[in-house]
């Protein structure tokens, strides 16, 4: 009896144990589930608000003020231009496909037609974009469109991930759309075709195209034997080998892209390429770095005129990052030999407040720098009067760098994900921010922006930057949580 009634006492204990933590878990799915609510209405308001008042011809620029009355992209912009460039009409118009994706709402899918149809009006005749596109034929700044509407520039642009936003976001809508939409399906492969065409024999690329490249024979990085002070300045050097800006890492992930939708080998065969590219650009000791760009002899080069030859601290992580990226998709492990030199040399060239000078002399290592009197600049090794609009030093990612390295060569090739709890309350708190007309809106505090906006400290204005980046984090809880 005793033993019984234990038993019995026992089976009590697990029972009210097991209905405990189902009414825990029921209670937790419950809030999950209205947090879900609240999230995809918050989803909804923003982005109906946002294609509804600050998109122009279906396209965006970078910032927008409140009053919608004035427009930024890489500089002020008119009522009929829209901005290629990232952050603009690409950026946002992938965050609509991650919405769409996450939720199945029609309203996602057609912001993004109208910002992919706006990009396929702005195709170069050569195949690619530039940082803008001009609605207004008569506009000095249309270019020479594909649609016959412009007169101007036939410049396809690699620079800052111009033609690259535009190929990767039209890539995912084709994709979207069932690649039933002729126009953006058009667009997308002639895009490609012009992209392929414009990758050089050793795999590199250059910064603009108008057409197929001359043939070069690969050659292997290498210092200058001339005083490259003041000599060997290269006029076109938007023709040659180009990686500033993270050129080849926005070409790599293009690539990338290309092959998960089209399944064509020969996205896997340029990206192949460009890692060989990648291999042959890094300089010799005692630099194992990668310069800005580099001429068909493979010698760094000037560009603009506060761009001096030189190893980037810079460039050089984009590098390793982008060698990383292509050996994810290859599995050869030639793309990864190059890193370790390169991270060695970097550690050696850190500066203070764990930074990276964008350029280092040849040979000697000493960061270089530019000083400026009007509009004429001139070297010097004195990092205390650098010209502000652009970037002499970044930050040092050389930890982070290291691990993936650490971890691709263990095998591990898998992408790292937020963690749920992490992606919750950034959705909790992103809901929060969101106003009551649906905007989420930022105050200037003084730091440089992109595309330089004359605005004051406390100046509010709309970024399409945070909307795009608070939009797929939103779509990334609904899709974790689903």
Known sequence: MIA?????????????????????????QDRTSQQRELVMAAMKRAAIYYRSNVAVHG???YHTTLDLKTRWGEGLATKSQIWVQPPATPTVGRSFLRAYAATGDQVYLDAAKDAAEALV???????GWRNLVDFDPTSKEAGLYRNGKGKGSNSSSLDDGQTQSALRFLTQADKAFGFQNDKVHESVQIGFDALLAAQYPNGGFPQVWTGPVPS??????????????????VKNYWDMYTLNDNTTGYIAQTLVEALQVYQEPKYKEALARLGDFLILAQMPDPQPGWAQQYSYAMQPIWARKFEPPGVSGHESQEAIETLMLIYRETRDAKYLEPIPKAIQWLRKSRLPGNLVARYYELKTNRPLYMERTGEKYSLTFDDSRLPSHYGWKTEARLEVLEKEYRRLKAGDTEIEKTPLATKTAQAAQLVKQLDTEGRW?????????????????GDRYLSSEIFSKNLISLAEFIEATK
């Not at 019984?4 to 937790?28: D, E, K, S």
């Not at 024979?217 to 060997?232: L, S």
């Not at 809106?441 to 400290?457: C, D, E, N, W």
């Open 441 to 457: 809106i930022s105050t200037f505090a003084g730091a440089r922006l992109v595309g330089q906006p004359k605005f004051a400290a």
């Open 121 to 127: 009006y702005g195709q170069i005749k050569s195949g």
């Open 216 to 233: 070069e024979k690969p050659v292997k990085a290498n210092y200058p034997g001339y005083d490259w002070r003041t000599e060997g300045r």
């Open 59 to 61: 396209g965006y620029v």
């Open 4 to 28: 019984r009634q234990r038993c019995f006492f026992i089976y009590v204990i697990l029972m009210t144990v097991h209905g405990l933590f189902l009414a825990n878990r029921i209670a937790a």
